[in-house]
């Protein structure tokens, strides 16, 4: 079975340094997101990305999180100066096509620790 | 009011025993509903979506109310495999272009105990 796939799969950094996250999803998929998860709490959503833009954001992309498709396979999630409260699994997912219903395949995550 | 409400657990059940989750939701616009499982550490996994008309998959079956804005889940037949966290997940599109937004629950600890 297709599926996304992360890289790396841990990553530790000091604060203040900058971060790329990068994903390869799914060959056919268009659609594309970022989600993450603090350890023990809830999966929440960040970003999603269609037709080489950013469609929707949530409160906590503000301006140090950057998306890019720079090669049309690679997704990536760029942090430009960590902070402690960054530390979280990063998520990103693909779907083959939009609205409702249509299946959303999540990577293994990468889990980012900022110390 | 969380958009998404569960109970965390967590339930600690007997192989063999039925056990059930409930899953509430605010947002009336929401379109389509679903349970993930998510093992520690690892992935949210789909594991069936959920309608009114209520859908079985096995050992699984799911009903979603809408008028409630109520979801539930129901195992029968527990396996150990089965322990896991389970996630209630709306969604709704959030762009002209179709993208959507999942909105997760905090999900409800399932341990399925020999």
């Known amino acids: 079975e297709p599926e996304v796939t992360q890289t790396p799969s841990h990553q530790v950094t000091q604060m203040g340094q900058e971060v790329i996250l990068r994903c390869v999803p799914i060959s056919n998929h268009l659609y594309f997101y970022w989600y993450r998860q603090i350890l023990g709490q809830k999966v929440e959503f960040l970003v999603s990305?269609?037709?080489?833009?950013?469609?929707?954001k949530s409160e906590i992309f503000d301006d140090q999180f950057s998306v890019e498709r720079p090669d049309g396979s690679n997704f990536t999630l760029k942090i430009r100066s960590t902070k402690l409260e960054d530390s979280a699994m990063y998520f990103c997912a693909s779907s083959q096509t939009g609205y409702s219903g249509n299946t959303i395949y999540f990577g293994e995550g990468s889990w980012l620790t900022v110390v | 009011r969380k958009e998404v409400e569960q109970d965390p657990g967590p339930f600690n059940v007997p192989e063999g025993a039925t056990v059930a989750f409930n899953c509430t939701y605010s947002?009336?616009?929401?379109?389509?509903f679903f349970w993930y499982r998510q093992d520690c550490r690892k992935e949210p996994k789909l594991l069936m979506s959920v309608y009114s008309s209520g859908n079985e998959d096995g050992r699984f079956t799911a009903q979603l109310n809408r008028a409630s804005q109520y979801i539930s889940l129901l195992i029968r037949d527990s396996k150990l495999s089965d322990s896991a966290t389970y996630l209630c997940?709306?969604?709704?599109?959030?762009?002209?272009?179709?993208?959507?937004?999942?909105?997760f629950g905090t999900g409800t600890r399932l341990t399925i105990i020999p």
């Open positions: 990305f269609y037709n080489n833009e950013i469609s929707e």
């Open positions: 947002n009336s616009a929401s379109q389509s």
């Open positions: 997940v709306v969604t709704r599109t959030i762009s002209n272009f179709g993208n959507e937004k999942l909105t």
